[in-house]
């Protein structure tokens, strides 16, 4: 079982910076993919950035150049650093975690962030 839990996030202006963070129960070794996930009001969730065992990233094409996802193996924290925020960036935003062995899923219990125009 793994339990993740997520802080950072809040109300900020349109164009400004928060930095999201998300820490493991578990040693990261114990971890393969992790991610964020948004769920903006009245739309399904979705996937934002993540981030393999080895450093590789990916990100949905509306936050590319914009978020950055960092992994610290000596923490067992994810980061998501969100730079040049747009209203539509507004939602939940949750981390998720892959065991390696199992492969089962887990998520946070999400935290807010509010981007106004």
């Known amino acids: 079982q793994v339990q993740l839990v997520e802080s950072g996030g809040g109300l900020v202006q349109a164009g400004g910076s928060l930095r999201l963070s998300c820490t493991a129960s578990?040693?990261?070794?114990?971890?393969?993919?992790m991610g964020w996930y948004r769920r903006a009001p009245g739309k399904q969730r979705e996937m934002v950035a993540q981030?393999?065992?080895?450093?590789?990233?990916n990100y949905d094409y509306s936050v590319k150049g914009r978020f950055t996802t960092s992994r610290d193996n000596v923490k067992n924290k994810v980061n998501l650093q969100m730079n040049n925020l747009e209203p539509k960036d507004s939602g939940v935003y949750y981390c998720?975690?892959?065991?390696?062995?199992?492969?089962?899923?887990?998520w946070g219990q999400g935290t807010q962030v509010i981007v106004s125009s």
């Open positions: 998720t975690a892959r065991a390696r062995i199992s492969d089962d899923g887990f």
């Open positions: 578990v040693r990261m070794s114990h971890i393969n993919i």
């Open positions: 981030i393999t065992s080895t450093g590789s990233t």
